[in-house]
């Protein structure tokens, strides 16, 4: 895609868009000539809707490149998910409403479990309740004093989650991650990749140090690792770039965070799907965009619970009657990435995408699931394609050139 030209032919219009995304949707079969999650869930409203529609496989960043949560959701988007590359820390910290500041460097950060040889036998401490997370954060920022002119802010997000937000000058993002994402194997060194990542890297270096000593009794939850570190920038909002008014509704608040930093306006935090879907309902009058997320497709995948995300698609197919209910211009149903349950991590395959307008053109697919969309019309695309191709369908695209 080229973002100067669509920005350049993109117009008001009185016409509505909803995507639809399911966090992880695309699957992997848990055993040779099996079904995806996808192809085993009950999906009726998907399947009957896929007729009716235009289909498809996305590669979020390109093929082979496994992506993360931020690039899988720029490209969504219309954003370049290279060249507006962003960390899950700034994403996380946006998302709780943190008020950050130019020059702020943010990691998202997992309470984990050690074992005694300091190896890590569970990434995310048996995802530890909110009020369970809020207490050990307290405890820890009692010891989080100003170092090195920086000062440092833990925040709860949920869960196992946290956000570390440090302040100061001299700070960089040239840090990798210390989340190793797999178990039973140490936690990695926050050693600076650039030469001025040092003091970063040295003041990282202490607050890991400082937790796990504050952690050290805790039955689950005695150690943090990060992940994600970004440097706070702005960039051009979806209003600039598309003439849109948009709104996002998500549960989960990296990716009310993410929303936030291409300018989407944001529904305060619900819990449920229902309880999406009531917002939906809510505001459809007051904006053009939708950008509506459902969590555990990507959740149950990660855990390695193939019948659990069986289910979770299943229900969100039997939500999408109320979507369709409110008869949207344009309705695209797909993912940010692939979370097969049989390798429990975010995965390099495409996601199926499903694309319906009225003046669509429909391919002859009758299902919703990878082996169907491969059939598509759509073919195989970069997501950030996809962006363009829900303007066009709602008439927010003028024509290019004489």
């Not at 990434?123 to 000062?151: C, F, H, M, Y």
């Not at 007051?286 to 995948?301: A, E, I, P, Q």
């Amino acid at each position: 895609m080229h973002p100067e030209l669509v920005d350049g032919l993109a117009m008001e219009a009185k016409t509505k868009i909803i995507f639809y995304i399911l966090d992880g949707v695309g699957g992997l079969p848990m055993e040779e000539g099996g079904p995806t999650e996808l192809e085993a869930a009950s999906t009726p409203n998907l399947d009957s809707l896929a007729k009716k529609s235009i289909c498809g496989m996305l590669d979020p960043v390109s093929p082979g490149i496994t992506p993360g949560s931020g690039p899988g959701h720029f490209a969504l988007f219309g954003y370049d998910p290279i060249e507006t590359i962003i960390g899950r820390g700034v994403l996380e910290a946006a998302g709780i409403d943190f008020p950050l500041e130019d020059g702020d460097v943010a990691a998202r950060g997992n309470f984990a479990t050690l074992d005694k040889n300091g190896l890590v036998i569970d990434r995310r401490a048996g995802r530890p309740s909110d009020e369970k997370n809020r207490e050990l954060v307290e405890k820890i920022r009692r010891v989080l004093t100003p170092q090195e002119g920086v000062k440092f802010f833990l925040e709860t997000v949920k869960e196992h989650r946290v956000v570390l937000v440090l302040r100061g000058e001299g700070l960089s993002e040239a840090l990798p991650d210390t989340d190793p994402q797999a178990v039973d194997v140490p936690p990695l060194d926050p050693r600076p990749l650039k030469e001025e990542a040092a003091k970063t890297s040295r003041l990282v270096k202490g607050v890991i140090e400082k937790a796990r000593e504050v952690l050290a009794q805790e039955p689950q939850a005695n150690f943090l690792l990060f992940r994600g570190f970004a440097q706070h920038r702005r960039f051009k909002s979806f209003q600039e770039r598309f003439k849109i008014k948009a709104l996002a509704i998500a549960a989960y608040p990296m990716y009310r965070g993410l929303a936030r930093q291409v300018g989407m306006d944001i529904y305060p935090p619900v819990e449920t799907l229902d309880e999406e879907i009531s917002a939906l309902e809510e505001k459809y009058a007051d904006y053009d965009f939708f950008f509506l997320h459902y969590k555990k497709t990507d959740s149950t995948g990660e855990d390695g619970n193939f019948a659990a995300k069986q289910e979770a698609i299943s229900t969100a197919d039997a939500a999408l009657p109320r979507i369709l209910a409110l008869e949207p211009d344009v309705l695209v149903i797909t993912g940010d990435h692939s979370t097969p349950s049989l390798l429990k991590l975010h995965s390099w395959h495409p996601v199926p995408v499903l694309l319906y307008s009225k003046v669509c053109r429909p391919d002859g697919v009758e299902a919703y699931n990878e082996r169907a969309c491969l059939a598509g019309g759509l073919g195989r695309m970069a997501t950030v394609n996809l962006m363009p191709l829900a303007l066009a369908n709602a008439g927010r695209l003028a024509k290019y050139g004489a």
